[in-house]
């Protein structure tokens, strides 16, 4: 069963003088428990794509439905709403609160999702355990590596019940031990936990974990493999 669904999506931006065509006419269906890659050129529409599906950006034309929830019938507050309760996100910027340590980044992430005290910390504890940072939960962003701020940004977003996780090169800044580490991660919550994932990506190894990978090039989806 689909938990997450896009529907003949168009996006055009448009100035005094020219129109970009970003998406046009793109459907997708990505049911519980499954993993599907994005790939295509630079400017092909991914990120535009992955934000729409993040209830981020509003479509020209079509629509998305979340968990049942038609998103273009929601006002302002029911979208940040279904965001926070839906939807998990590892943007390719970390968007990591300086003087948080890393325990309390995804700890306020999960507050935002209702969890708070003792619950939250523990979730934060199991999931920054899982991507390789319980010895460094304590630490500041400043004070780790890119790779280890990134899996912070992992853990954020998989912290709590989020049913879609929606992840732009989540592997971009990881060694190649780190980025299996959270790709086997990606791969257990799916199946185990019934999340659906959407990867937008140019790293070759998501393939092994993935069930489809959907191709987009000028915002058209071209090609989709099992």
């Given at each position: ?104 980044n995804v700890?306020y992430g ?24 319980g010895e ?91």
């Amino acid at each position: 069963m689909a938990v997450l669904e896009a529907h003949d999506l168009s996006k055009i931006y448009r100035d005094a003088h020219h129109e970009v065509h970003a998406l046009r006419g793109v459907s997708l269906a990505v049911d519980r428990g499954e993993i599907v890659a994005i790939e295509g050129p630079s400017g092909s529409g991914k990120t535009t794509l992955l934000c729409i599906l993040g209830c981020l950006l509003t479509p020209t034309s079509g629509r998305v439905i979340i968990d049942g929830h038609t998103v273009d019938s929601h006002r302002p507050d029911e979208l940040r709403d279904l965001r926070r309760r839906s939807i998990g996100f590892v943007f390719q910027q970390f968007n990591l609160f300086a003087a948080l340590t890393a325990a309390e980044n995804v700890i306020y992430g999960l507050n935002l999702k209702g969890w708070f005290g003792e619950e939250a910390r523990r979730e934060a504890d199991r999931i920054l355990e899982a991507v390789g940072l319980g010895e460094r939960k304590d630490f500041r962003p400043r004070d780790l590596s890119g790779g280890q701020r990134q899996r912070i940004a992992v853990a954020r977003a998989l912290a709590g019940p989020a049913s879609v996780i929606l992840a732009d090169e989540p592997t971009g800044n990881l060694d190649s031990e780190a980025g299996d580490r959270v790709l086997g991660l990606f791969r257990s919550l799916a199946r185990s936990e019934g999340r659906a994932l959407v990867i937008v990506t140019h790293d070759p190894r998501v393939r092994t974990i993935a069930d489809r990978v959907v191709t987009i090039r000028d915002g058209r989806l071209t090609h989709e493999e099992n």
